[in-house]
Structure formats: structure tokens, C-alpha cells
């Protein structure tokens, strides 16, 4: 991708990964009031990381207000003590790293709001407004968080079974965008042929990878 994405070592950005699996899984996990032997090993697992990733934010001298381990415990609880806090961004993440595929990366970005000029453009070419990665970067999770306070970290999804029609959407306009866009809709579109072709082979095989989860952090 080009655009505002920060390449070698130009600078300091943030990073774009994409996920895919059963958003339902997170979701019990996190609403279950009893949760099944397998739930809990989950869980701890997601505690670890949760605690890994407290200890290097503290080793950076970054104080989050709330601890993400605690973060996890409150959204367990359905009763997160702050409305404005990025550590309950970070602990859904950790939930849904423990139920999807290995991140793809996707680069770092200097700014994120780039992809709303990215809207313009793609919208100026006809492209559906819920196509558009303005939307699905930052559409938020199925679960209600209290709010980051910034613009990132941010949560996205996209409907699996829409990512084909993204990737025909930008495949048919990629020859008309200006070319400050190109890279990223080409991106796009590959990503998404390919994250469709597996949504199909998910489902002939009964599972049910209904989501595709972007994480800007």
C-alpha cells in the first residue's frame, strides 16, 4: 500500500492488521454466565497476554488509567468502570486473537484518517458506502466498549460474505482512482478475492468464519 503508509524507517505510524473466524466464539466467550472447561482455558491464555501486554505498555512508562487484565475482568463482568479507556479496546483484541487466524499485516500508517480521503475517492467511483475502508476499519466491535479516547486503537469488521463484492468493486474503478489510492485498493481487492475463496471453503467444510477483523493500533 502507498498513500499515508510509512515505509522503512520514515517514521513512526501505526499499525493495520486483518483477522478472520467465528465472531460468535468471542462473544460467548465474553457473555457466557458459565463458562465450559475449554472457555476457561481460553480465557487464562487471553489473561496472559492481556498481562504481557500491561507489563510492556508499563516498560514504556505508558499508564493506560485501567490495566488491560483488569479491562478483561470488568468486560467479563459486563461492567467496565470507565467510559473512556483504551485498555478495553486492547482486551477484546486479546479475546479475539485467542479465536481467529494469525494477523495479516497489513503496514504502518501515519495517520489513520487517510482512508477517509480513500472514501472519497472510491465513493467519487460509485463504491458502496459500506465497502468503503473508512467504514469497516473503524466500524467498532459487535460488543459495546467504552471509548478509546483517541482514533486509535481502533476495531473494524467486515462481513465475510462481503468481501467478495469489495474486491469487485475496487477491481472494476482501481484504473480510474488517482494514484495516491491505487496501491491501497489493489491491496484491498487481493486480500479480499482471497479472504472470500476461504469464506467458501469455510462453509462447504461447516464452519461458520462469518468475520473479518481489522485491529489499527
Known amino acids: 500500500m502507498s498513500g499515508e ?19 460468535r466464539t468471542v462473544v460467548r466467550l465474553l457473555t457466557a454466565v458459565e463458562r465450559t472447561e475449554r472457555q476457561e482455558r481460553t480465557l487464562a491464555r487471553v489473561r496472559t497476554e492481556c498481562e504481557r501486554t500491561d507489563a510492556r505498555f508499563r516498560e514504556q512508562g505508558i499508564d493506560l488509567g485501567v ?22 479496546s486492547y482486551a477484546f ?6 479465536h481467529f487466524s494469525d494477523p495479516t499485516d497489513l503496514g504502518d500508517w501515519r495517520r ?15 463504491v ?23 482514533a486509535v486503537p481502533a476495531i473494524g469488521t467486515l462481513p465475510a460474505q462481503r468481501a467478495a463484492a469489495l474486491a469487485d468493486a475496487y477491481e472494476s474503478v ?36 462469518d468475520t473479518i477483523l481489522f485491529w489499527f493500533h
Open 5 to 23: 503508509q510509512v515505509k522503512g524507517n520514515a517514521g513512526v505510524g501505526y499499525c493495520l492488521e486483518m483477522s478472520t473466524g467465528d465472531m
Open 67 to 88: 490495566s488491560i487484565a483488569q479491562a478483561l475482568d470488568e468486560l467479563i463482568e459486563g461492567a467496565p468502570s470507565t467510559d473512556l479507556c483504551p485498555s478495553y
Open 93 to 98: 483484541y486479546q479475546v479475539v486473537a485467542a
Open 112 to 126: 489513520p484518517t487517510w482512508f477517509y480521503a480513500m472514501d472519497d475517492e472510491l465513493t467519487r467511483h460509485g
Open 128 to 150: 458502496p458506502s459500506d465497502l468503503l475502508p473508512g467504514t469497516f476499519l473503524f466500524s467498532g466491535p459487535p460488543l459495546r466498549l467504552p471509548h478509546p479516547g483517541d
Open 174 to 209: 482501481l484504473g480510474r482512482l488517482e494514484p495516491e489510492f491505487r496501491d491501497a485498493a489493489r491491496r484491498f481487492a487481493e486480500l479480499m478475492r482471497f479472504e472470500a475463496e476461504e469464506w467458501e471453503s469455510s462453509r462447504k467444510l461447516g464452519t461458520n468464519l
